[in-house]
């Protein structure tokens, strides 16, 4: 079965950081780019960032670009997301998605259930 | 505001068809695919559409993407209860370099 399990989140502080996981399964990871994908509450989707199936290319939204960094492990078949800087405006539900392609963006097949992150003093 | 636009709510009868549009710009719609996911309450997003008009293997053919020039279209027909749900279009956009999704559109079967 073809899974996406997200980790990591939790209550931080304005100026805190956290790392965010993905744990893929069931398809060969390496040939499928990645995508974070946040949610605040009762807001629609916003696109966070992505990166190849190599490794080699990431793209970020302007809203986080400078403070989130994607990286991927093909050898254990996990997603990152390092977040710095966090901001109140940063709370959201982080879900991890995967492309149907290893380095064009044009379709998410398959969704993690997502990890909350808190940002509040 | 988001980049793609949609309405914000849409409604129909079951049975009837319906359409949710989505328009952009030249950086995004006019020259990359689009597609369309489906969020109903408390679950994760579903991919419905992608490459402007391509279903997912188990998507049902009522549901159909169209794109002309920087606008697309999402059409639901034989529209049923499980179908309310809020849709989402989102395509790549060369001049941010980074995906944009629209706003979301409530799907409200009366």
């Known amino acids: 079965e073809v899974q996406l399990l997200e980790s990591g989140g939790g209550l931080v502080q304005p100026g805190g950081s956290l790392r965010l996981s993905c744990a893929a399964s069931g398809f060969t990871f390496i040939n499928h780019a990645m995508s974070w994908v946040r949610q605040a509450p009762g807001k629609g989707l916003e696109w966070v960032s992505g990166?190849?199936?190599?490794?080699?290319?990431?793209y970020y939204a302007d809203s986080v670009k400078g403070r989130f960094t994607v990286s991927r492990d093909n050898s254990k078949n996990t997603l990152y997301l390092q977040m710095n800087s966090l901001r109140a405006e940063d709370t959201a539900v982080y879900s991890c998605?995967?492309?149907?392609?290893?380095?064009?963006?044009?379709?998410?097949?398959?969704w993690g259930r997502g990890t909350t992150v808190t940002v509040s003093s | 505001q988001s980049v793609l636009t949609q309405p914000p709510s849409a409604s129909g009868t079951p049975g009837q068809r319906v359409t949710i549009s989505c328009s952009g710009g030249s950086s995004n719609i006019g020259s990359n695919t689009v597609d369309w996911y489906q969020q109903l309450p408390g679950t994760a997003p579903k991919l419905l559409i992608y490459s402007n008009d391509q279903r997912p293997s188990g998507v049902p053919d009522r549901f159909s993407g169209s794109k002309s020039g920087t606008s697309a279209s999402l059409a639901i027909s034989g529209l049923q209860s499980e179908d309310e749900a809020d849709y989402y279009c989102?395509?790549?956009?060369?001049?941010?370099?980074?995906?944009?999704f629209g706003g979301g559109t409530k799907l409200t079967v009366l």
């Open positions: 998605a995967k492309e149907l392609h290893q380095r064009r963006y044009y379709g998410m097949d398959v």
């Open positions: 989102a395509a790549w956009d060369d001049r941010l370099n980074g995906r944009v």
């Open positions: 990166i190849s199936g190599s490794g080699g290319t990431m």
